[in-house]
Structures are given as C-alpha cells and as structure tokens.
C-alpha cells in the first residue's frame, strides 16, 4: 500500500467524519488510486466502484453505519466501501481464496447489512429494514444504492411501487452512471436521458445563455446552479413522483458539498414516505484507460496500472462461450428464424458477436430475465428459433416463466445455460448449481449438458432441429479442452449416451464437464490394476435408459458424476434403477454431486476439489466402492 495523507488514519467511517469536506475530497482521490492498485493485482470488478468514491464517502460521512443502513445494490460498486469499513488491509484480498468476497457480505462485516451479488433487490430489502425499523420503534436511517441499469429490472419497480404507498421513511440513491454492464437499454434508460435532453429544459437553458452573456463569469456559475436546478424541478421527478417518492436531483456525484449537503437534508427530513435522490456520475471515473474503454473496465482481469492492459490468457483454445457464439452463427447464417437474446450480459454470453453478424435478430432485454424467457416464448409460438442465453445463476431468478410460459405450452425455447458449475472467484452467488435439477425435473424438456467443446457444437446443432419442446444445453465457464471441433451438421439422437471406454465390474456415468476428471481418475486406477467403465450420458432428460440398463445389468456397481446439486441427474438415474427393481440385485450405486453447502469463492479447481468432485476424489470413490463390495463378498462367504 502507498503512503497517504489521510486513507493510513481512515479504518473506520468514524475517522472519516473527523475531516472537512476538503480533506474528503484528498481521501476520495486516496481512496481510488488504492482501489486501482489493489485491482491491478487481484483483478475484479473496477469500473463501478471508481465512479461511486466521493458518493461512498458522503455516505459514510453523514450516516452513523452501521447503525444506519447502507445497502449497495449488487455490490460491484462496494469496493470503496470495503477500504473505509475496517477491510482496508485486506482488499488486496478481494475475490482470491479465503479473501473479501467480490460483493457484500453478511457475515463478512456488520456493514454490510444485505448480501447482494444479483441485480434489483436493494430497494426491497431497504424496505424491509426500514418497516422492521418502524415496527420496532428504532429511528435508523435505510439507505439503498442502486444503479441506472439494476432500477430497470422489474423487481426495482415492484419494490418502489410497495415503497411508495408504505409511508415508510427510506432514501434510495439512483446511481446514474449512463453505463450498465453493456449498453442500456429500455424505456427507464430512455426516461433518464431524457432528463437531460427535453425540450422544456432546452428551451430554458437557451434562455440562460441569453442572460449569461450579459453578465460577469462570477454570476455564470451561480446561473450554472440554477441550471441544474431548473433541470430537476421540471423535469426530474415525474416517474419518481408518481411511484410515491420524493425526488431530488440530478446532482453531480462528484461535488462533495453538494452531495453532503443533499444526504444531510434527506437523513434530517421529517418527510414520511420514500425518497428518491438522482446522482450523476461516470462509470471508470479518475482512470483514464477505465473511462476510455467501452465497458468502462466493468470486470478486469490482472492489469498494468501504466499501460492498462489486463493478462490474457496464453491459451489458444477458445472458450465454451466463444464455441456457443461462433456455432450458433454458423447456423443463423443458414436459417433465418435463429433469434439470439440476453438479458444485460450480451460479451458475458457471447451474443454481441451474434448480433455484430445479425443485429436485427439479437435482442438484450435488459436486467430482465423473466421478460427474456417469455419473450423468447411469444417468438417460438411464430415459427421463430429463439436461443436465450442466460448464466445459470441468473436463470433461476425466471423459473416461474420456464415452467407456465415455455414448458406447459411446450414451446422450442433454447436455453443456452452458460457458467454451469463453480465459476470462481465471484463464488456462490454465481455457481451454476441447481439448472441441472431445476429443469429435469420439467416435463416436456430436453436437457444437455456438454462434456467438451465438441459435444457442445453437437448439442447446439441438435436443439437447433428440436421443434416441439423446449432444450436446455450447460455448458462450464473457460476455456474447453483442446479437441477439435466438428461440423455443425454432426447432430445427436435425443436421449442417447455413448461409451467412452469399457472396463469391468464399476462403471461412472458422467453427465457434463467432470468427463475429463473421470479420464484422469481411470488413468490412475489403471495403474492400479483397476478398470473401469466410463460413459458419457449427454442427457439428463430423457434419460438413456436402454444404456443404464446395460451398464446396471454388466456391472456390480455405478456411480454418477454431475457438476450439480441433489435432485439432478443421479436422483433421475436411482429412480429408475429402483423403478426396474435393479437395486434389488445387489447393485451397488453412489452418486457424486456439490456438497449440500454453498461453496466460498477460489480457484475453480480448489473449488472442485472442495466440492469432492476432482480426479482425486473420483478415485477415491471408485476404490472405496470396490474395497466395500470385497469385504460384502468375504462377509458372505
């Protein structure tokens, strides 16, 4: 850590308040060029953060936290939260193993009241704190944090329109960066420019200039201010005002006075109801390279603060999401009805580079995956081929429109289920945990899951013939294998596994990316002496029953491998071995999923290895599987 003037003193945001407005100022500048030194090193979420240290410090300066509540919408944006709450000697930590989460965290420290790693639920978990606060007879502040691009998403509307008949006392800060994760999109989006744009405001601020010109540069900043409150006073507030909120703003996020000044009047206002104050700020701000790039350096990898440029991987194999995009290109190049959508995460995804191909036929809905699901729906009702491409995590926040609007009706919506299994450092608010469970357990679905780059392609080229129901394709986050991929038309038949080597008496079924673990697991046994049988079931639903029933039948034990939690795969595998009576033979059956516990985040390889999913515990299975099966025979005998 460098020297400073004032961030050394700063442990706590009782030191913060020690200082005048001017010397916040100096520890804001503090504050960000220690953020930029400790991303340079462990890589994370930056660009937000940068934009919020002089609002992360007015905060703090004017509410008594953790007393009062300060919720932070996401949590991207925490980083400078972090640096003055009491972590400041370990941000260097951020996002490795054992470190600071990459977001906020309960039981990381009492200031941070709400974990947050999704998009949207500040504002409703704000209000549940204040209504448990005015239940409870307490007069501490709530304070929620939200961004431009997370006000968009439905939830934010649903909490605000509750907030705003509760007369409940609350503050929301609206973050407006002009700048989500990708571009903005949407009428919220539209109604925020807006606010800077409409004629009214025009027409006013022409009629300023003409009063400007006539008078000195000492009046023309006074006019300036007066600009910005003609802004705010007819234009600002209608949204907010008709969902129940008092409005304020816009105000500049980064002049200090001003943002001190409105905090404090809004803490100390008798006004019972929500209030709404609208800071203007710039995503990447005081990191020339960050305001430069188009995502504003929004998540970076390890970087050169000189140079600004991240660590790329050596590797010259494409990742999973790379193969996703490039197949599914190949194959709207030749049908027309291919429809690629996101919701908010086109570079996270891959579906910018589908729609830098067919931009008419890509589609980001915004912080929106409910709306993405049954969007994608209206269209497969129309003939049309929609591939919504959504992180499992996020998935999950749509299951309603899954269920009634895809499935019930039967509809050839393509899931494209990016990030499946443990992700790493953003750890288990991002994991690919439940889809596999979550969607075989839907009547009228086809779920794959692809245990290398090539059966990805396979997979992607047979949903896009699957016409009668809907598909489900995961796949892992990275980089693949290094194999060589196939040509689009090579296809798979549904419900079909294949066997990747015959062995004797145990065989492994694996069911997505854990193949290559279970090759490596059979090459240590091999030197063993032991041989096993290993194949690859491609299929969750419908399940290759023919060949579990070969395989049950061939051998004395099996076990199932799956990147997923309980009620997946192998619950749909023990379920029709029992249904078969092939448990009643002797058979012996394991099944090897993630532990019933949410995994903190690390490496993805100490992740599995946690998770008892790695080379080495698929040995260990095996061999404690067989040694129990001898000592059942010697009991017999």
Partial sequence: MSNYKYLDKVNFPSDIKKLSIDELKILSEEIRKEMIEAVSVTGGHLGAGLGVVELTVALHYVFDTPNDKLIWDVGHQSYPHKIITGRKDKIRTIRQGKGLSGFTKRSESEYDPFGAAHSSTSISSALGMAVANKLSNKSNNVVAVIGDGAISAGMAYEAMNNAGISKTKMIVVLNDNDMSIAKPVGAMRAYLAKLLTGKLYFSLREILKLIISAFSKRFSAKAGKAEDFLRSAFTGGTLFNSLGFYYVGPIDGYDLDSLVSVLKNAKESNHEGPIMIHIKTEKGKGYSFAENALDRYHGVSKFNIKT???????????????????????????????????????????????????????????????????????????????????????????????????????????????????????????????????????????????????????????????????????????????????????????????????GKKLAIINFGARLNECLNASSSLKKKGVNITIVDARFAKPLDEKLIWQIATDHDSIITIEEGSIGGFGSHVAKFLSEKNLLDTGLKFRTMILPDKFIDHDKPELMYKIAGLDSKAIEDKVMDLLNSNIVLQKQKQ
Avoid at 314 to 333: D, Q, R
Avoid at 380 to 400: C, H, M, N, V, W
């Fill in 308 to 502: 600004g440029i991240q660590e790329k991987s050596k590797s010259n194999i494409p990742s999973y999401t790379k193969v996703f995009a490039n197949t599914l290109i190949k194959h709207a190049e030749k049908d027309s009805k291919i429809i690629g959508i996101t919701a908010a995460m086109p570079s996270g995804t891959g579906i910018d580079f589908f729609g830098e191909k067919f931009p008419k036929r890509m589609f980001d809905v915004g912080i929106a995956e409910q709306h993405a699901v049954t969007f994608a729906a209206g269209l497969a009702t129309e003939g049309f081929k929609p591939f919504t491409a959504i992180y499992s995590t996020f998935l999950q926040r749509a299951y309603d429109q899954v269920v009634h609007d895809v499935a019930i009706q039967s509809l050839p919506v393509r899931f494209a289920i990016d990030r499946a299994g443990l992700v790493g450092a953003d750890g288990p608010t991002h994991a690919g945990s439940f889809d596999i469970t979550y969607l075989s357990t839907l009547p009228n679905f086809v779920v794959m899951a692809a245990s290398d780059e090539s059966e990805l392609v396979k997979m992607i080229s047979t949903s896009v013939d699957i016409n009668d129901r809907p598909s489900a394709f995961r796949y892992p986050r990275g980089i693949g294998i290094g194999i060589e991929l196939p040509p689009i038309d090579q296809k798979l038949e549904i419900g079909k596994g294949r066997v990747i080597q015959e």
